[in-house]
């Protein structure tokens, strides 16, 4: 894998192609709804011309989106035969009309945070990356994760909405949970920042030892009492924050001890 062209130079598109220029790697060109996007020296390529030549055709664009992506390149694929999407949900059927033009199509869907071009592409080296695709493709995209130093794993069409699902809780859970602690740590007059090394040892300690032995606190003791006034004490900040405390609270104990908060 030595060449590749982006469609979408977002947040997935554009980390992509700057891990990749750091790879070393050929990026022939982008294509985008707004050129300005483009980084300064890529070729901004056009919706209305054949595709140039390049190992790899990268489609980075919202999920809804990737089908119309699709059917609009089929008729101009030129000499590519080889496209991917890089949505964690979406099946490979949806690039339906690129199978049709003759091309091998698959996934590939980094397994990380992508908030912007340049700290995305940081972020990617380390990162896991889930592929879908048959051979020859698949050995193609298992050598591009090589060359940006990412850890391929396979993922098929069946098991996509339980590893994006996997995926979300493995972020946006935490982030809620530390939002609720921000807010309770600001009423407490605490600086949020002295959660800081709690959270990053605990989050060490789940994957080191497991879930199960990393949960902490009155509620791994069952200590009821201290719960039901750190209930309270969320509820005085407001009925909302209470109401999200107590919740979480109530997954925990459903899972450990498969009680409700109520029993």
């Known amino acids: 894998m030595k060449s590749l062209i982006v469609v979408g130079p977002g947040r997935a598109g554009g980390s992509l192609l700057l891990a990749a220029q750091a790879a070393t790697l050929d990026v022939v060109g982008v294509l985008a709804r707004r050129p300005e996007a483009v980084p300064a020296g890529i070729a901004v390529?056009?919706?209305?011309?054949?595709?140039?030549?390049?190992?790899?055709?990268?489609?980075?664009?919202?999920?809804?989106?990737?089908?119309?992506?699709?059917?609009?390149?089929?008729?101009r694929v030129g000499a590519l035969r080889s496209a991917v999407h890089m949505s964690g949900a979406m099946p490979l059927d949806v690039l339906g009309p690129l199978v049709e033009a003759g091309l091998h199509v698959g996934s590939f869907h980094p397994l990380q945070t992508l908030p912007d071009p340049r700290s995305g592409a940081a972020a990617l080296r380390g990162s896991w990356v889930a592929v879908d695709a048959e051979e020859p493709l698949h050995s193609k995209l298992v050598d591009l994760a090589g060359r940006l130093g990412m850890k391929p794993f396979d993922l098929s069409d069946r098991h996509r909405s339980a590893y994006h699902a996997s995926a979300s809780a493995a972020s946006n859970f935490i982030v809620e949970s530390l939002a609720v602690a921000a807010e309770l740590a600001e009423s407490a007059g605490i600086p949020f920042e002295a959660m800081r090394p709690l959270a990053e040892q605990v989050v060490r300690n789940v994957f080191e030892l497991g879930p199960e032995a990393a949960l902490t606190g009155p509620v791994a003791?069952?200590?009821?009492?201290?719960?039901?006034?750190?209930i309270k004490a969320a509820t005085d900040v407001?009925?909302?924050l209470g109401e999200q405390f107590r919740l979480l609270t109530q997954s925990i104990i459903h899972r450990r001890y498969g009680l409700s908060s109520d029993d």
């Not at 011309?49 to 059917?71: C, H, K, N, Q, S």
């Not at 003791?221 to 750190?230: C, I």
């Open 238 to 240: 407001s009925d909302e």
């Open 221 to 230: 003791r069952g200590d009821w009492d201290t719960v039901s006034a750190q």
């Open 45 to 75: 390529l056009s919706w209305d011309a054949d595709l140039p030549a390049a190992d790899l055709l990268a489609i980075a664009v919202r999920d809804g989106a990737i089908g119309e992506v699709a059917r609009l390149l089929a008729p």
